[in-house]
């Protein structure tokens, strides 16, 4: 597979990243990136990052091209560039996430979702009474994805909120047989 990450991949111009997806080769994941800078979703570090995490689990080989744009202190953090090359050798000062952002992680089980709605709430920066909807929506999207995706790698997670705008983005991706699939089994 090839994947191809721009300069700038938010869900309102995200035709950017997937029509430069190549899923022809499945052994393999060969990823390059815009090397001024690069601005992106989180559901794009998510759908990567679970892109390499189904090829590290069949065995496959990853390349990556160096990530030299500004931003990678902020892909590095956000847990694309661990993902893509263990030995990356880049060096940064991690500050506290808690309430900024949470690093693509895997959640294949009850507990694993749990903490992840737990590491969520600091980045709502609101009310108990808003945050209960949003954590019930938050848990049911990403159980959906562990029990209807028949994905091998379960769910990647991952989040960042915009303290300008007062916005968080999510980011949930699985490997698994698709949504129209799903719903052709169950219905």
Known sequence: MKLHIPNSAFLGNI???TNNFDASDDSQLQVTSNQNWISVHPLVISMTVALAEEIRLRGGQITSENFNAK???????????????????IQIDEHES?????QARKITTAEQLN???????PLLHTTPEQVYPIKYVMSELVRN?????????GAIV???YFKKTNRISIGVADRGIGIKNGINKSY
């Open 15 to 17: 035709e950017s990243f």
């Open 71 to 89: 931003s990678r202190p902020y892909l590095l953090r956000m847990g694309l560039i661990d993902a893509l090359a263990q030995n990356h050798g």
């Open 98 to 102: 808690s309430g900024r952002f949470i």
């Open 115 to 121: 903490q992840f709605i737990a590491d969520m709430v």
């Open 145 to 153: 994805a562990l029990e209807h995706s028949q994905s091998e790698i």
């Open 158 to 160: 991952s989040a960042q």
